[in-house]
């Protein structure tokens, strides 16, 4: 079975601008799950999406934003972008049944200029 | 588990010896936890878990313990190997209703050959 994989796995953007970032996660799996891991703040949990809703937010600015899709397929937004914005970013899928093993990807390194 | 930033506690041991590696949580109500490995470049994988209802669980070489009266979970792992050399995390899911994690800071394993 074929793993979590995200789209592009390097990225680099100037400040104001916006990127997208993807994630296809495991054959079967509806929960999809973005973290946002950076040296100074560790692992966050930025929100989770399960049959094309969110479930679940955490604690980020409006600027970040986030969509599944009916194949569930996850996409997430950050626009303006800002210096601190530059971490990497996970995604995790799992099967969405509840509290489950989330399984990540190789993430995407975000870095703005 | 404190987010230490840069700055991560670092455990250093000898090849074929056990490590311990601990982890404070911070929600009384979580009811699921979860350790990670992380190498350099790659995203978090899923070693073990373990649910409030239980208070010890053996993987293959490793054995997760979960002290609720004190809100610690402990990761050991049997004749270390330079391969367990990785950034370990917690994680709780205090969240019922999904997918949520808040993870620890994380700890360095070294092994030393």
């Known amino acids: 079975k074929a793993g979590v994989t995200q789209t592009p796995r390097y990225l680099i953007k100037t400040r104001g601008q916006q990127v997208t970032l993807s994630c296809s996660p495991i054959?079967?799996?509806?929960?999809v799950s973005w973290y946002q891991q950076t040296p100074g703040q560790g692992l966050q949990f930025l929100f989770e999406?399960?049959?094309?809703?969110?479930?679940n937010k955490g604690n980020f600015p409006g600027r970040f934003s986030g969509r599944q899709f009916s194949n569930s397929r996850s996409e997430m937004n950050v626009s303006t972008l800002e210096l601190g914005d530059s971490a990497l970013y996970l995604c995790?899928?799992?099967?969405?049944?509840?509290?489950?093993?989330?399984?990540f990807g190789p993430g995407t390194r975000l870095t703005v200029l | 588990g404190e987010s230490v930033g840069l700055h991560l506690p670092t455990l250093s041991v000898q090849e074929g010896d056990n490590s311990i590696i601990n982890c404070a949580y911070s929600?009384?109500?979580?009811?699921?936890f979860i350790w990670y490995k992380q190498e350099s470049g790659k995203g978090p994988q899923f070693i073990i878990d373990?649910?409030?209802?239980?208070d010890k669980r053996q993987g293959q070489r490793v054995t997760v313990l979960l002290n609720k009266t004190v809100k610690h979970l402990s990761l050991q792992i049997a004749a270390t190997q330079p391969g367990d050399s990785a950034v370990y995390f917690c994680?709780?899911?205090?969240?019922?209703?999904?997918?949520?994690?808040?993870f620890g800071g994380g700890t360095r394993l070294m092994v030393k050959p």
């Open positions: 995790a899928s799992s099967p969405g049944t509840g509290q489950d093993t989330q399984y």
């Open positions: 054959s079967g799996h509806r929960s």
């Open positions: 999406y399960f049959s094309e809703t969110q479930r």
């Open positions: 929600n009384s109500a979580s009811d699921y």
């Open positions: 373990i649910r409030s209802n239980m």
């Open positions: 994680a709780e899911n205090p969240n019922n209703a999904g997918n949520m994690l808040t």
